[in-house]
């Protein structure tokens, strides 16, 4: 499902939707089938309901298209043997693009078919080409071992599919270089294994005809602007070998993917777009958990529990804070898991999507523990899934959802991309997942086959989801955003180039390749003594290669080990590491507590033990920020509004443990981590302390009107830029000592910058406003989650003022040209 196809939705007469009149409604009648009935009853279960909106998107019917002449018959009837009768229109569009050597990237909405645009040009090659061999990089490892999954059930003789990631055996992986035609692996495999091995590896980058990018809508800021350096040296690579491979890109639906795919690959590509595949209707529910009554206890009943997003700490931003307020509105963890839990005692099969790695497994222990209330042993039907599992634990799962032994699954976007879940009848998505491209993946993961199918999506306590759900039209109205990725970012440039001289000398024409910014990073490099120039190009000085992460997570992953047994629990981000196993942190995995002993970070692991305390933890850190250089400015009079280059320190310095019954903080306890620095790219504006006067904000509430105006800035972002609100950070001060006066800064959690700050420069009045308008619609009196409050704050959420922040805002909108 994707923004095309509401789109076309909305070209349908009226009465494809909820009622004839309206698009919008909050009670009333439902239309479709089993998702229809099955929304009815969860919205039964409260005194209030709980959808501030329904979305109908009709079923489409498809447009087949001739298999391609240059098929082969044994391929055609490898597909049909598959279930696969014909090509859709779109299929064939891109996988003849592609055979006839253009770069393609086809964009289509999830379930449509996309890996047979890529596998049908791929395999009639290789088919009609014994030396050919086809590279396929997957986002993610669940991905590459379904599409291995899907190519080896074809059982095309020569092929010999395999996956080459950290998980492959080392005894596999000589028989892999040799043997194998059709490689899975992923970016990080790539630019760590393959390409330093590329010696080992001649003979198939020498016969390389496709390289094939799934989910490319992925590669996204820092992480996207590695891969695109990534694949400019496999490329480089090729060359040296005679090789000119064709790119074949998939993506969900996204603005501009020509543009996109061109500059991750630094080729021309041609889009294809028009979706021609048939699509079963889908009921598409905004859910708004209730209010709580006052003096209702606490909404977080589990160990470690947050509606925060713990995959990312971004600095300046520790998870959890607003729990030290009480909450307005129910856990949005809790309403998924109670949904999770209806919906498997319904019978349905369920996938919920969750932010984090912690959330994932609290939304998968109360499932499971409200189904076994209500039939002993239901809850084994249900399950958590994220990152950080091993390789064991992840196959089994998949293998479980796939044969109907799991119901219900709690996930992280681990699941998000392209897996064939096919049979799922729901998606339950808690919390907006940061961009509409990610929504529509994942809710397009129910209704694979056909079926009807329902998503829900589930607002957690903030500005942006409660903004959306009352606000349908920036969901289901607004095009797709265009990925975002910068190659010429310096922080990423030249650690790319480094690793490029290590694998052969870099020469002009390499520099070229490497596009804007090339020459000077190449200078720098060897201004700091890591390049030497000779006649014949630059050189790597150094005898070890230059350490580079691909996904800017701060830093090699640290295994997690029971201390008793030594077993390996699973890995943990090195970016999160100082948030989620900081020594006494409480550690879930599979609904089981562990309670951190130790953290050694120098060799990346972290002691736990088994413990069920009665107490959660929640880090805390302290921010400092310095303005660089200023790239851009506006002058509005008594505001200003900047973009430029700012230094971010940050330390973890403690950690509150928190009573789980009451909410009550029990004490507040030292930490002794390093401290982390970050240079990035910022969105700043101030404001003359006399149009603040003018305004009627009193100087004591200065502090407290900027912090909330902060808060809500960062949240409301996402709307503008592909980002989440742990992608950033900010910082407000009453008096900032490089702009000498009251400052407002929102800046990219990346080295270098990721491009958000940048097109929150570029859209300032609307983001703004935006954000204005959130505040102001809130119905809260004086802040809450919702609005000003935020789930990262480092301050406790202190001082905050909700009627200055719109004073303030005011101010801003009132100077700022559109």
């Known amino acids: 499902m994707t923004s095309n196809d509401f789109s076309s939705a909305r070209r349908t007469p009226r009465h494809d939707l909820e009622s004839p009149s309206a698009a919008t409604v909050s009670a009333g009648p439902d239309l479709g089938p089993a ?476 520099l070229v390749l490497f596009g804007e910014g090339a020459k000077e990073a190449v200078d720098e490099l060897v201004a700091a003594g890591a390049l030497r120039q000779r006649p014949t190009g630059w050189y790597w000085r150094h005898r070890e290669r230059p350490e580079v992460d691909l996904r800017g997570e701060g830093g090699a992953p640290v295994a997690v080990v029971e201390s008793s047994t030594g077993r390996l629990l699973g890995t943990v981000d090195g970016g999160s590491s100082h948030f989620l196993l900081h020594p006494g942190a409480v550690y879930l995995h599979q609904g089981v507590s562990y309670v951190v002993d130790d953290l050694d970070l120098a060799d990346g692991c972290a002691l736990v033990r088994t413990e069920e305390p009665d107490w959660s933890t929640h880090a805390r850190d302290v921010t400092d920020l310095s303005v660089v250089s200023v790239r851009s400015y506006v002058d509005a009079g008594p505001v200003g509004m900047f973009l430029g280059e700012v230094d971010v320190t940050s330390q973890v310095v403690s950690y509150q443990r928190r009573r789980i019954a009451t909410g009550e903080v029990i004490d507040t306890r030292p930490l002794d981590l390093p401290t982390r620095e970050l240079r990035t790219v910022a969105v700043w504006f101030t404001l003359s302390p006399q149009s603040l006067a003018l305004a009627g904000v009193q100087p004591a509430d200065v502090p407290g009107a900027l912090h909330a105006a902060e808060h809500a800035a960062i949240g409301l972002l996402p709307l503008m830029a592909t980002c989440d609100r742990w992608d950033i950070g900010g910082l407000s001060t009453a008096l900032h000592p490089d702009t000498e006066a009251p400052t407002v800064f929102v800046y990219d959690g990346h080295p270098g910058g990721a491009g958000f700050a940048e097109r929150a420069y570029g859209t300032a009045a609307a983001w703004l406003r935006a954000t204005r308008d959130a505040i102001a619609e809130c119905g809260c009196e004086t802040g809450c989650p919702s609005c000003v409050q935020s789930p990262k704050c480092g301050n406790g959420n202190n001082p905050l003022s909700k009627p200055d922040a719109i004073r303030v805002l005011d101010v801003v909108l009132t100077n700022l040209p559109d």
């Open 35 to 510: 998702p229809a009935d099955l929304l009815r009853r969860l919205r039964a279960r409260g005194a209030a309901d709980p959808v501030t909106h329904v979305e109908r998107v009709p079923a489409r019917a498809g447009v087949p298209a001739p298999w391609p002449s240059w098929a082969s018959a044994e391929l055609r009837a490898a597909f049909t043997r598959r279930g696969v009768v014909a090509p859709w229109q779109h299929q064939a569009d891109a996988a003849t693009l592609a055979y006839e050597g253009q770069h393609v990237i086809v964009a289509t909405g999830t379930a449509s078919g996309k890996s047979l645009a890529y596998q049908l040009p791929a395999l009639a090659t290789l088919l009609a080409d014994p030396r050919a061999t086809v590279l396929y990089l997957a986002p993610t490892k669940a991905l590459a071992a379904d599409q291995l999954r899907a190519v080896a059930a074809l059982e095309l003789e020569g092929v010999r599919p395999a996956c080459y990631d950290g998980d492959t055996p080392r005894a596999e992986r000589e028989w892999i270089r040799r043997h194998s035609r059709f490689v899975l692996t992923n970016p990080d495999m790539l630019h760590h294994g393959i390409l330093p091995g590329h010696a080992q590896w001649s003979g198939f980058l020498r016969r390389l005809a496709y390289v094939v990018i799934d989910e490319c809508h992925t590669y996204r800021g820092v992480f996207g602007s590695h891969v695109a350096h990534v694949l400019r040296r496999l490329r480089r690579q090729c060359a040296r070998f005679g090789a000119t491979p064709v790119f074949v890109l998939a993506s969900a639906t996204s603005g501009d993917p020509a543009t996109a795919a061109g500059r991750l690959t630094g080729l021309p590509v041609t889009a294809v777009t028009e979706d021609a595949s048939p699509r079963g209707g889908v009921t598409f529910a905004l859910w708004e958990p209730p209010l709580l009554p006052p003096d209702s206890g606490p909404a977080f009943p589990v160990p470690g529990q947050s509606d925060g997003d713990l995959s990312r700490s971004v600095p300046g931003q520790p998870d959890g804070g607003h729990d030290d307020l009480r909450q307005v509105r129910r856990s949005a963890l809790r309403e998924t898991a109670d949904l999770l839990a209806d919906t498997v005692a319904e019978g349905v099969r369920t996938l919920a999507f969750v932010r984090s790695r912690k959330g994932a497994e609290v939304v998968a222990a109360n499932a499971r523990r409200a189904l076994d209330d209500a039939v002993p042993g239901l809850g084994d039907r249900v399950a958590a899934y994220r990152g950080g599992y091993l390789r064991e634990e992840r196959r089994e799962l998949e293998r479980a959802l796939l044969h109907g032994d799991l119901l219900g699954l709690a996930s992280t976007n681990a699941l998000e991309l392209g897996v064939d879940l096919v049979g799922l009848d729901a998606v339950l998505i808690c919390g907006y997942p940061g961009t509409r491209a990610s929504l529509w993946q994942q809710a397009g993961r129910a209704g694979r086959s056909g079926q009807e199918a329902l998503a829900v999506l589930v607002a957690r306590d903030d500005p942006l989801d409660t903004y959306l759900v009352h606000h349908p039209e920036a969901i289901f109205g607004a095009p797709v955003e265009a990925t975002v990725l910068d190659p010429a970012n310096p922080y990423v440039l030249a650690p790319q180039l480094a690793c490029a001289a290590v694998e052969a000398p870099l020469t002009p024409a390499d």
